[in-house]
């Protein structure tokens, strides 16, 4: 079996330990960011409410002290330890904000965390900082609507949360993920200039303007995909999975599901396609 490296420094100023949730959505892990060489750091989606993975944050922090736990945004995955976390420590739980819906799609893991509670909401552009660290928030929506990455501009880094990955491309899922809002937040980091993204699942990102300009390109081909299977005669989203995701993991079909539902409901407000989730067809 391979051995994962649970433990990685990629900059003076930050450590990311990672938490012991691997799947076909999550890859190795949600990784949890601890960022500052000084007395008062900040913790970066601490993850699951894992008492293992909280003792290990907890270890890696070492005799300094926690001046913020910081969301991207509320999926299981990501925020529940953020209360475990404040009870051990009594740091405050900052950045987005709550939002717990019934989320339709496929993943158990990807689920909303019900019981987030921050005591601060950081909007776009809002920063937090300690001795030696500052971080920005970045609203990014279209993962979900309250996913905020966090820039590092001590370090020139960009913590991308779910919103930009290495390994994969985001689930959308409707219907609060959003397809035009997440194209809009690709844009929107395509303008900045951080040399490198870490993301909260896979490796760190020594290219991302390369990557995102990528991703922009991967969905408007999918698009492109879409009308010609509606072209085609074709208006089944599980049938249209079958035929563009040939090669993928079939566990992996039901949220590519999701995806492409959010590009047609896209392309319906944009007058393209008309259909009502079951059944699409081109717009006359």
Same mark, same amino acid.
């Given at each position: 079996?391979?051995?994962?490296?649970?433990?990685?420094?990629?900059?003076?100023?930050?450590?990311?330990?990672?938490?012991?949730?691997?799947?076909?959505?999550?890859?190795?892990?949600?990784?949890?960011?601890?960022?500052?060489?000084?007395?008062?750091? @900040?913790?970066?989606?601490?993850?699951?409410?894992?008492?293992?993975?909280? +003792?290990?944050?907890?270890?890696?922090?070492?005799? $300094?002290?926690?001046?913020?736990?910081?969301?991207?945004?509320?999926?299981?995955?990501?925020?529940? $330890? @953020?209360?475990?976390?404040?009870?051990?420590?009594?740091?405050?739980?900052?950045?987005?904000?709550?939002?717990?819906?019934?989320?339709?799609?496929?993943?158990?893991?990807? /689920?909303?965390?019900?019981?987030?509670?921050?005591?601060?909401?950081?909007?776009?552009?809002?920063?937090? /900082?300690?001795?030696?660290?500052?971080?920005?928030?970045?609203?990014?929506?279209?993962?979900?609507?309250?996913?905020?990455?966090?820039?590092?501009?001590? $370090?020139?880094?960009?913590?991308?949360?779910?919103?930009?990955?290495?390994?994969?491309?985001?689930?959308?899922?409707?219907?609060?993920?959003?397809?035009?809002?997440?194209?809009?937040?690709?844009?929107?980091?395509?303008?900045?200039?951080?040399?490198?993204?870490?993301?909260?699942?896979?490796?760190?990102?020594?290219?991302?303007?390369?990557?995102?300009?990528?991703?922009?390109?991967?969905?408007?081909?999918?698009?492109?995909?879409?009308?010609?299977?509606?072209?085609?005669?074709?208006?089944?989203?599980?049938?249209?999975?079958? +035929?563009?995701?040939?090669?993928?993991?079939?566990?992996?079909?039901?949220?590519?599901?999701?995806?492409?539902?959010?590009?047609?409901?896209?392309?319906?407000?944009?007058?393209?396609?008309?259909?009502?989730?079951?059944?699409?067809?081109? @717009?006359?």
């Amino acid at each position: 079996m391979e051995t994962i490296e649970r433990f990685e420094q990629p900059h003076p100023l930050v450590r990311r330990v990672l938490a012991p949730n691997p799947s076909p959505f999550t890859y190795t892990g949600t990784w949890t960011h601890i960022v500052g060489a000084g007395e008062g750091l @900040a913790v970066i989606d601490p993850g699951p409410d894992d008492a293992d993975h909280i +003792a290990r944050i907890i270890g890696a922090v070492g005799d $300094a002290s926690i001046a913020a736990i910081v969301c991207t945004h509320t999926h299981r995955d990501h925020s529940p $330890a @953020a209360r475990a976390l404040a009870e051990k420590t009594g740091a405050p739980i900052v950045g987005c904000a709550p939002l717990a819906i019934e989320d339709l799609g496929p993943r158990a893991d990807a /689920a909303f965390d019900f019981d987030y509670t921050p005591d601060r909401i950081l909007a776009d552009g809002e920063w937090i /900082a300690g001795d030696d660290w500052t971080l920005e928030a970045v609203e990014t929506p279209g993962h979900t609507s309250n996913h905020l990455c966090f820039a590092l501009p001590e $370090a020139d880094i960009l913590f991308s949360g779910d919103h930009v990955m290495g390994w994969s491309t985001s689930i959308v899922s409707p219907p609060d993920g959003d397809m035009a809002a997440y194209m809009a937040s690709l844009d929107k980091l395509l303008a900045r200039e951080e040399a490198l993204y870490l993301p909260a699942h896979g490796p760190a990102i020594e290219n991302p303007r390369k990557l995102v300009r990528g991703m922009l390109m991967h969905r408007r081909q999918r698009e492109r995909q879409i009308l010609r299977q509606l072209e085609q005669g074709e208006g089944s989203v599980p049938e249209m999975v079958k +035929a563009m995701y040939r090669g993928v993991d079939p566990r992996l079909h039901p949220a590519a599901e999701r995806s492409v539902l959010a590009h047609l409901i896209d392309l319906r407000a944009r007058g393209l396609v008309m259909g009502d989730g079951a059944e699409w067809r081109l @717009a006359a």
